[in-house]
């Protein structure tokens, strides 16, 4: 059972940065897609950025340009950085993994996930 902790979440004030980190538990992260996914109160969990086993990385819309996301398989890690933070970025934020190939973005499609990490951007 793959594990996954996240970290690196806080209090920022909008136009600062963050930087997400998701370790996992087992060597072999190099076999599986990850994303990033976030839930604001009220709201639907949504993906925010994932990267393919290969390194694609598509992005949600409304992080393009500001948040990145990179893997370092020889640290079973996954990182998400978030720069010129905005208040509608406040949401708990989730990685997750999947064992399946190519793009992964929808929700169903990942096996797993971590604890989450509170991000909140004050204005």
């Known amino acids: 059972q793959l594990q996954l902790v996240e970290s690196g979440g806080g209090l920022v004030q909008a136009g600062g940065s963050l930087r997400l980190s998701c370790a996992a538990s087992e060597r072999a992260l190099s076999e599986y897609a990850m994303g990033w996914f976030r839930q604001a109160p009220g709201k639907e969990r949504e993906l925010v950025a994932a990267?393919?086993?290969?390194?694609?990385?598509p992005y949600a819309d409304s992080v393009k340009g500001r948040f990145t996301i990179s893997r370092d398989n020889a640290k079973n890690t996954v990182y998400l950085q978030m720069d010129s933070l905005k208040p509608e970025d406040t949401a708990i934020y989730y990685c997750?993994?999947?064992?399946?190939?190519?793009?992964?973005?929808?929700?169903?499609?990942?096996?797993?996930w971590g604890q989450g990490t509170q991000v909140t951007v004050s204005s």
């Open positions: 997750a993994a999947s064992r399946r190939p190519g793009i992964v973005t929808r929700r169903s499609q990942y096996d797993y």
């Open positions: 990267i393919t086993r290969g390194g694609t990385t």
